[in-house]
Protein backbone atom coordinates (compact mmCIF):
# COMPACT_ATOMS: atom_id res chain seq x y z
CA UNK A 1 0.00 0.00 0.00
CA UNK A 2 1.19 3.71 -0.77
CA UNK A 3 -0.04 6.62 0.60
CA UNK A 4 0.03 10.45 -0.05
CA UNK A 5 -0.58 12.99 2.35
CA UNK A 6 -4.06 14.07 1.51
CA UNK A 7 -5.25 10.54 2.50
CA UNK A 8 -3.69 10.07 5.62
CA UNK A 9 -6.34 12.23 7.99
CA UNK A 10 -3.69 13.21 10.50
CA UNK A 11 -3.89 16.14 11.91
CA UNK A 12 -1.33 18.96 11.61
CA UNK A 13 -0.12 18.70 14.83
CA UNK A 14 0.08 14.51 14.79
CA UNK A 15 1.89 15.17 11.39
CA UNK A 16 4.51 17.86 12.99
CA UNK A 17 4.80 14.87 15.91
CA UNK A 18 6.27 12.52 13.46
CA UNK A 19 8.23 14.73 12.17
CA UNK A 20 9.85 15.91 15.24
CA UNK A 21 10.39 12.47 16.69
CA UNK A 22 12.00 11.33 13.73
CA UNK A 23 14.39 14.53 13.33
CA UNK A 24 15.19 13.82 17.16
CA UNK A 25 16.32 10.26 16.46
CA UNK A 26 18.72 11.67 13.43
CA UNK A 27 20.02 14.51 15.46
CA UNK A 28 20.85 12.35 18.21
CA UNK A 29 22.49 10.20 16.39
CA UNK A 30 24.39 12.38 14.32
CA UNK A 31 25.79 13.49 17.02
CA UNK A 32 26.54 10.40 18.86
CA UNK A 33 28.18 9.44 15.32
CA UNK A 34 30.65 12.23 16.10
CA UNK A 35 31.64 11.89 19.60
CA UNK A 36 32.13 7.88 18.40
CA UNK A 37 34.28 8.92 15.69
CA UNK A 38 36.27 11.16 17.67
CA UNK A 39 36.65 8.02 20.29
CA UNK A 40 34.92 9.90 23.30
CA UNK A 41 32.63 6.64 23.57
CA UNK A 42 32.84 3.32 25.29
CA UNK A 43 32.31 1.19 23.33
CA UNK A 44 30.95 0.37 20.00
CA UNK A 45 28.08 2.21 18.18
CA UNK A 46 25.63 1.46 15.41
CA UNK A 47 23.53 4.34 14.09
CA UNK A 48 20.13 3.76 13.14
CA UNK A 49 19.82 7.06 10.37
CA UNK A 50 17.62 5.89 7.70
CA UNK A 51 15.31 4.10 9.51
CA UNK A 52 13.77 6.37 11.55
CA UNK A 53 10.12 5.96 10.16
CA UNK A 54 10.39 2.35 11.01
CA UNK A 55 10.59 2.62 14.59
CA UNK A 56 8.63 6.05 14.39
CA UNK A 57 5.65 4.87 12.70
CA UNK A 58 5.01 1.95 15.18
CA UNK A 59 6.02 3.16 18.50
CA UNK A 60 4.03 6.07 17.93
CA UNK A 61 0.93 3.75 18.47
CA UNK A 62 1.87 2.21 21.22
CA UNK A 63 1.38 2.41 24.64
CA UNK A 64 3.92 2.76 27.79
CA UNK A 65 2.46 -0.73 28.94
CA UNK A 66 2.93 -2.13 25.45
CA UNK A 67 6.75 -3.94 25.26
CA UNK A 68 9.15 -3.64 22.99
CA UNK A 69 12.97 -4.72 22.58
CA UNK A 70 15.38 -3.71 20.26
CA UNK A 71 18.28 -5.11 18.68
CA UNK A 72 21.94 -3.42 18.71
CA UNK A 73 20.71 -0.69 16.60
CA UNK A 74 19.03 0.49 19.04
CA UNK A 75 18.70 4.17 20.39
CA UNK A 76 16.11 4.94 17.69
CA UNK A 77 13.28 2.64 19.16
CA UNK A 78 13.96 3.76 22.68
CA UNK A 79 14.07 7.64 21.78
CA UNK A 80 10.64 6.23 19.43
CA UNK A 81 8.48 4.86 22.51
CA UNK A 82 8.98 7.88 24.32
CA UNK A 83 13.10 7.04 26.06
CA UNK A 84 14.11 10.24 27.56
CA UNK A 85 17.18 11.97 25.26
CA UNK A 86 19.25 12.70 27.91
CA UNK A 87 19.21 9.53 30.02
CA UNK A 88 19.68 7.63 26.33
CA UNK A 89 22.80 10.42 25.65
CA UNK A 90 24.04 9.69 29.28
CA UNK A 91 24.07 5.93 28.97
CA UNK A 92 25.70 6.25 25.79
CA UNK A 93 28.31 8.51 27.12
CA UNK A 94 28.85 5.62 29.85
CA UNK A 95 27.61 8.15 32.67
CA UNK A 96 26.22 7.42 35.80
CA UNK A 97 23.08 9.57 35.26
CA UNK A 98 22.38 6.96 32.25
CA UNK A 99 19.32 5.27 32.28
CA UNK A 100 20.80 2.05 32.99
CA UNK A 101 23.29 4.26 35.86
CA UNK A 102 26.75 3.71 32.86
CA UNK A 103 26.64 -0.32 33.27
CA UNK A 104 24.87 -0.95 29.62
CA UNK A 105 26.29 1.75 26.95
CA UNK A 106 24.79 2.18 23.78
CA UNK A 107 23.85 -1.30 23.11
CA UNK A 108 21.37 -2.08 26.41
CA UNK A 109 19.55 0.76 26.91
CA UNK A 110 16.49 -0.37 28.36
CA UNK A 111 13.72 1.99 30.06
CA UNK A 112 11.57 -0.61 31.36
CA UNK A 113 9.05 2.21 33.05
CA UNK A 114 8.67 2.70 29.01
CA UNK A 115 7.91 -0.87 28.10
CA UNK A 116 11.48 -0.48 26.19
CA UNK A 117 13.01 -4.44 27.55
CA UNK A 118 15.69 -3.24 26.53
CA UNK A 119 18.35 -3.45 22.92
CA UNK A 120 20.86 -5.89 22.92
CA UNK A 121 24.05 -7.61 20.78
CA UNK A 122 22.87 -11.11 20.38
CA UNK A 123 21.69 -11.18 16.96
CA UNK A 124 18.31 -12.63 16.70
CA UNK A 125 17.68 -12.03 21.21
CA UNK A 126 14.63 -9.78 20.70
CA UNK A 127 12.14 -11.53 19.03
CA UNK A 128 11.98 -14.57 21.73
CA UNK A 129 12.23 -11.73 24.46
CA UNK A 130 9.25 -10.12 23.11
CA UNK A 131 7.39 -12.97 22.65
CA UNK A 132 7.99 -14.02 26.17
CA UNK A 133 6.59 -10.72 26.90
CA UNK A 134 3.51 -10.81 25.02
CA UNK A 135 2.84 -14.53 26.31
CA UNK A 136 3.05 -12.37 29.67
CA UNK A 137 0.64 -9.53 28.46
CA UNK A 138 -1.75 -12.33 27.74
CA UNK A 139 -1.63 -14.32 30.58
CA UNK A 140 -2.39 -10.73 32.43
CA UNK A 141 -5.14 -10.03 30.18
CA UNK A 142 -3.91 -6.58 30.41
CA UNK A 143 -4.20 -5.71 26.63
CA UNK A 144 -0.45 -5.14 26.01
CA UNK A 145 1.11 -5.84 23.11
CA UNK A 146 5.07 -6.59 22.27
CA UNK A 147 6.86 -5.53 19.20
CA UNK A 148 10.35 -7.12 18.27
CA UNK A 149 12.69 -4.65 16.05
CA UNK A 150 15.52 -6.81 14.21
CA UNK A 151 16.94 -6.86 11.03
CA UNK A 152 17.33 -8.95 8.12
CA UNK A 153 20.49 -10.56 9.29
CA UNK A 154 18.28 -11.64 12.48
CA UNK A 155 16.07 -13.12 10.50
CA UNK A 156 18.03 -15.71 9.13
CA UNK A 157 18.10 -17.04 12.83
CA UNK A 158 16.13 -20.18 13.92
CA UNK A 159 14.79 -18.13 16.82
CA UNK A 160 12.07 -16.49 14.43
CA UNK A 161 10.80 -19.58 13.48
CA UNK A 162 10.08 -20.42 16.73
CA UNK A 163 9.00 -17.46 17.89
CA UNK A 164 6.51 -17.32 14.73
CA UNK A 165 5.16 -21.47 15.53
CA UNK A 166 4.33 -20.86 19.10
CA UNK A 167 2.83 -17.57 18.95
CA UNK A 168 1.13 -18.74 15.75
CA UNK A 169 -0.36 -21.11 18.14
CA UNK A 170 -1.19 -19.58 20.99
CA UNK A 171 -2.16 -16.30 19.30
CA UNK A 172 0.05 -14.18 21.09
CA UNK A 173 -0.09 -10.29 21.08
CA UNK A 174 2.98 -9.90 19.25
CA UNK A 175 4.23 -8.03 15.86
CA UNK A 176 7.92 -8.98 14.47
CA UNK A 177 9.40 -6.19 12.14
CA UNK A 178 12.04 -6.73 10.11
CA UNK A 179 14.01 -3.81 9.37
CA UNK A 180 15.23 -4.97 6.44
CA UNK A 181 17.99 -1.85 5.65
CA UNK A 182 19.83 -4.61 3.03
CA UNK A 183 23.00 -5.44 5.25
CA UNK A 184 23.67 -8.27 7.97
CA UNK A 185 26.95 -6.70 9.67
CA UNK A 186 28.99 -6.46 6.20
CA UNK A 187 27.08 -9.00 3.67
CA UNK A 188 24.60 -7.63 1.24
CA UNK A 189 21.21 -9.08 1.53
CA UNK A 190 21.65 -11.20 -1.54
CA UNK A 191 24.74 -13.17 -0.30
CA UNK A 192 23.21 -14.20 2.99
CA UNK A 193 19.54 -14.10 2.70
CA UNK A 194 16.90 -16.39 0.20
CA UNK A 195 13.69 -15.52 -0.69
CA UNK A 196 11.32 -12.78 1.14
CA UNK A 197 11.51 -12.69 4.49
CA UNK A 198 7.87 -11.34 5.31
CA UNK A 199 6.80 -14.93 3.43
CA UNK A 200 8.61 -16.93 6.26
CA UNK A 201 5.25 -16.41 8.26
CA UNK A 202 3.24 -18.22 5.84
CA UNK A 203 4.35 -22.28 6.84
CA UNK A 204 2.71 -20.88 10.18
CA UNK A 205 -0.11 -19.20 9.27
CA UNK A 206 1.02 -15.56 10.59
CA UNK A 207 0.26 -12.59 9.15
CA UNK A 208 2.66 -11.18 6.85
CA UNK A 209 3.07 -7.62 5.35
CA UNK A 210 5.87 -6.42 3.19
CA UNK A 211 6.20 -2.57 3.13
CA UNK A 212 8.31 0.49 2.15
CA UNK A 213 10.04 1.17 5.71
CA UNK A 214 11.04 4.58 4.36
CA UNK A 215 7.40 5.99 3.97
CA UNK A 216 6.16 6.38 7.05
CA UNK A 217 2.66 6.67 6.84
CA UNK A 218 2.77 3.51 5.15
CA UNK A 219 4.28 2.07 8.16
CA UNK A 220 2.07 4.02 10.25
CA UNK A 221 -1.10 2.36 8.39
CA UNK A 222 0.70 -1.29 8.48
CA UNK A 223 0.99 -1.46 12.48
CA UNK A 224 -1.96 0.09 12.91
CA UNK A 225 -3.60 -3.06 11.63
CA UNK A 226 -1.15 -5.62 13.39
CA UNK A 227 -1.77 -3.80 16.53
CA UNK A 228 -5.22 -4.26 16.57
CA UNK A 229 -5.08 -7.98 15.09
CA UNK A 230 -2.60 -8.18 18.30
CA UNK A 231 -5.13 -6.66 20.98
CA UNK A 232 -7.94 -8.54 19.08
CA UNK A 233 -6.15 -11.64 20.30
CA UNK A 234 -6.05 -12.60 16.71
CA UNK A 235 -1.89 -13.42 16.77
CA UNK A 236 1.34 -12.11 15.41
CA UNK A 237 2.19 -10.08 11.72
CA UNK A 238 5.27 -10.33 10.58
CA UNK A 239 5.82 -7.38 8.90
CA UNK A 240 9.17 -6.35 6.57
CA UNK A 241 9.80 -3.07 6.32
CA UNK A 242 12.40 -1.97 3.85
CA UNK A 243 14.99 0.87 4.54
CA UNK A 244 18.47 1.32 4.05
CA UNK A 245 21.04 1.93 6.31
CA UNK A 246 22.73 4.85 5.77
CA UNK A 247 26.00 4.89 7.80
CA UNK A 248 28.32 1.45 8.74
CA UNK A 249 27.04 -1.59 10.46
CA UNK A 250 29.64 0.01 13.32
CA UNK A 251 31.00 3.34 13.37
CA UNK A 252 34.38 3.76 12.40
CA UNK A 253 34.61 0.52 10.20
CA UNK A 254 36.34 2.23 7.86
CA UNK A 255 39.15 2.08 9.97
CA UNK A 256 39.37 -1.85 10.27
CA UNK A 257 37.88 -3.01 6.94
CA UNK A 258 40.03 -3.92 4.15
CA UNK A 259 37.59 -3.35 1.38
CA UNK A 260 34.39 -1.53 0.59
CA UNK A 261 31.41 -3.79 1.12
CA UNK A 262 28.65 -1.67 -0.92
CA UNK A 263 30.21 1.42 -3.14
CA UNK A 264 29.46 5.29 -2.72
CA UNK A 265 27.21 5.44 -5.87
CA UNK A 266 24.67 2.62 -4.02
CA UNK A 267 24.84 4.91 -0.78
CA UNK A 268 24.25 7.97 -2.67
CA UNK A 269 21.61 6.88 -4.49
CA UNK A 270 19.34 5.04 -1.53
CA UNK A 271 19.92 8.47 0.45
CA UNK A 272 17.64 9.65 -2.03
CA UNK A 273 14.79 7.71 -0.55
CA UNK A 274 15.97 9.33 2.92
CA UNK A 275 12.35 9.18 4.85
CA UNK A 276 12.97 12.61 6.45
CA UNK A 277 13.63 14.82 3.61
CA UNK A 278 10.12 12.93 2.16
CA UNK A 279 8.03 13.17 4.99
CA UNK A 280 9.27 17.48 5.31
CA UNK A 281 8.01 17.42 1.41
CA UNK A 282 4.67 15.70 2.21
CA UNK A 283 3.87 18.39 4.71
CA UNK A 284 4.73 21.25 3.19
CA UNK A 285 2.76 20.27 0.05
CA UNK A 286 -0.41 19.19 1.58
CA UNK A 287 0.13 23.03 3.34
CA UNK A 288 0.14 21.20 6.73
CA UNK A 289 3.13 23.74 7.75
CA UNK A 290 5.82 25.95 6.87
CA UNK A 291 8.88 25.90 6.31
CA UNK A 292 9.79 28.12 8.97
CA UNK A 293 7.90 25.58 11.73
CA UNK A 294 10.07 22.77 10.35
CA UNK A 295 13.19 24.44 10.71
CA UNK A 296 12.09 25.79 14.38
CA UNK A 297 11.52 21.92 14.98
CA UNK A 298 15.32 21.70 14.14
CA UNK A 299 16.42 24.67 15.92
CA UNK A 300 14.31 22.88 19.16
CA UNK A 301 15.87 19.36 18.64
CA UNK A 302 19.41 20.77 18.27
CA UNK A 303 19.42 22.80 21.41
CA UNK A 304 17.61 19.55 22.57
CA UNK A 305 20.62 17.04 22.19
CA UNK A 306 22.98 20.11 22.76
CA UNK A 307 21.58 20.20 26.50
CA UNK A 308 21.70 15.93 26.78
CA UNK A 309 25.50 16.04 25.42
CA UNK A 310 26.04 18.98 28.25
CA UNK A 311 24.45 16.92 30.89
CA UNK A 312 25.99 13.53 29.94
CA UNK A 313 29.47 15.44 30.00
CA UNK A 314 29.43 16.75 33.27
CA UNK A 315 27.88 13.58 34.51
CA UNK A 316 30.14 11.34 36.64
CA UNK A 317 31.04 8.10 35.55
CA UNK A 318 29.83 4.68 37.39
CA UNK A 319 31.53 4.33 40.56
CA UNK A 320 33.18 0.57 40.11
CA UNK A 321 31.62 -0.40 43.68
CA UNK A 322 28.41 0.59 42.55
CA UNK A 323 26.48 -3.39 41.28
CA UNK A 324 23.27 -1.93 41.68
CA UNK A 325 21.08 -2.49 38.71
CA UNK A 326 19.79 0.44 36.70
CA UNK A 327 17.01 3.34 37.10
CA UNK A 328 14.09 1.09 35.49
CA UNK A 329 14.93 -1.20 38.76
CA UNK A 330 14.56 1.49 40.90
C1 LIG B 1 24.08 -14.45 17.76
C2 LIG B 1 25.01 -13.48 17.10
N1 LIG B 1 25.64 -13.82 15.96
C3 LIG B 1 26.46 -12.95 15.34
C4 LIG B 1 26.68 -11.71 15.88
C5 LIG B 1 27.59 -10.69 15.17
N2 LIG B 1 26.76 -9.67 14.54
C6 LIG B 1 26.56 -8.47 15.13
S1 LIG B 1 25.54 -7.49 14.24
C7 LIG B 1 25.37 -8.67 13.05
C8 LIG B 1 24.53 -8.41 11.82
C9 LIG B 1 23.13 -8.12 12.15
O1 LIG B 1 22.48 -7.79 10.97
P1 LIG B 1 20.95 -7.43 11.00
O2 LIG B 1 20.23 -8.38 11.88
O3 LIG B 1 20.49 -7.35 9.58
O4 LIG B 1 20.88 -6.01 11.70
P2 LIG B 1 21.46 -4.63 11.19
O5 LIG B 1 22.86 -4.57 11.72
O6 LIG B 1 21.41 -4.62 9.71
O7 LIG B 1 20.58 -3.61 11.81
C10 LIG B 1 26.10 -9.80 13.34
C11 LIG B 1 26.17 -11.01 12.49
C12 LIG B 1 26.02 -11.38 17.08
N3 LIG B 1 26.17 -10.19 17.66
N4 LIG B 1 25.18 -12.27 17.65
Redesign the pocket.
Known amino acids: MTSSGADTNFSNEQMLGFYRDMLRIRRVEEQLGKDSLAGNLPGAV?LYIGQEAVGVGICSQLRDDDWIAS???GHGHFLAKGGDTRLLVAEVYGRRTGICRGHGGSMHVADFSKGIIGAN????AGISITTGAAWAAQLDGNGAVGVAF??????N?GVLCEALNVSTLWKLPVIFVC?N?G???FSPYSTVTSGSIADRAKPYGAAHETIDGNDLIEVWQCAARAIKRARDGEGPTLIEARTY?HSG?VVGEHTFLSGTYRSEEEVEQKKAGDPIPAFAKRILEAGQASQADLDRIDAEITAEVAEAVAFAEESPYPDPADQGAGYMFA
Open positions: HNHRGIVGFGDGAAQENFSERH
